[in-house]
């Protein structure tokens, strides 16, 4: 499969997300050319400031923990990154739709990446 359609792929799964339940949300970043998603645990991840929460012990490396909390950081407030809309079902077609979220963003797969992050990331945090 080239890289191509794997991004075709992971932006349709993106567009297929159901628009009122929240377990990953996907987006594009400009700044990096790459798309990427963020897990509704990864929020556990942080403290009220925004910092790695010091109870907190997950098996992601320093470099995913570093490019999450600047995504995480950003994802709200910077342009940059771009949120791929959440259709669920649809009586259309996904592919049309992902190239239209590619055309109206000006989006090139040809120079973008997905990210690619550990596969078995785990989370462990106290709750009181």
């Known amino acids: 499969m080239t890289t191509q359609e794997q991004i075709y792929n992971w932006l349709i799964a993106g567009l297929q997300q159901?628009?009122?339940r929240f377990s990953e949300i996907f987006y594009y970043d400009r700044r990096d050319n790459q798309?990427?998603?963020i897990l509704m645990t990864d929020y556990f991840l942080f403290d009220k400031n925004g910092e790695i929460a010091s109870d907190v012990v997950t098996s992601y490396s320093q470099?995913?923990?570093a490019?999450?909390?600047d995504r995480i950081r950003r994802v709200n407030i910077d342009n940059t990154i771009?949120?791929?809309p959440r259709l669920g079902d649809i009586?259309?077609?996904?592919l049309e739709q992902a190239d239209t979220f590619l055309n109206l963003n000006s989006i090139?797969?040809?120079a973008s990446t997905i990210w690619d992050v550990e596969e078995s990331g785990t989370i462990s945090f106290k709750i009181e």
């Not at 009586?91 to 996904?94: A, H, I, K, P, W």
């Open 63 to 65: 470099k995913t923990l």
């Open 91 to 94: 009586e259309g077609d996904y």
């Open 108 to 110: 090139n797969i040809e």
């Open 67 to 69: 490019l999450l909390t």
């Open 18 to 20: 159901s628009p009122t």
């Open 35 to 37: 798309f990427f998603s």
């Open 82 to 84: 771009i949120g791929v």
